[in-house]
Nanobody, 120 residues
């Protein structure tokens, strides 16, 4: 499975962005799809994931929404009310099976990342 993220950029605090992750190589039905992020000098952290349900980190709950279009093999992350602390490189990831896991090591496939910068 190859994953390619897009949609990152520079936005002011309070603004919105939508990230996309296009999967190729095989259908991603049957995979849990996740979003992680990594800020400079910090560890990669879980943002959210979706299988048959969605799960979110507390820091983004109520502001971010994950969705998937299985027909298009595309994963989305709608980010609203962005804050400067949301600034990071955002990664799309995939793991086989439905249980949602919040640890990065559980995900077998990764995209190259897309930069999101939120200015204050």
């Amino acid at each position: 499975v190859q994953l390619v993220e897009s949609g990152g950029g520079l936005v002011q605090a309070g603004g919105s962005l939508r990230l996309s992750c296009a999967a190729s190589g095989r259908t991603f039905i049957g995979y849990t799809m996740g979003w992680f992020r990594q800020a400079p000098g910090k560890a990669r952290e879980f943002v959210g994931a979706i299988s048959w349900r969605a799960d979110y980190a507390d820091s983004v709950k109520g502001r971010f929404t994950i969705s998937r279009d299985n027909a298009k093999n595309t994963l989305y992350l709608q980010m609203n009310t962005l804050k400067p602390e949301d600034t990071a490189v955002y990664y799309c990831a995939a793991k086989v099976g439905s249980p949602i896991v919040r640890t990065a090591e559980a995900y077998e496939y990764w995209g190259q990342g897309t930069q999101v910068t939120v200015s204050s």
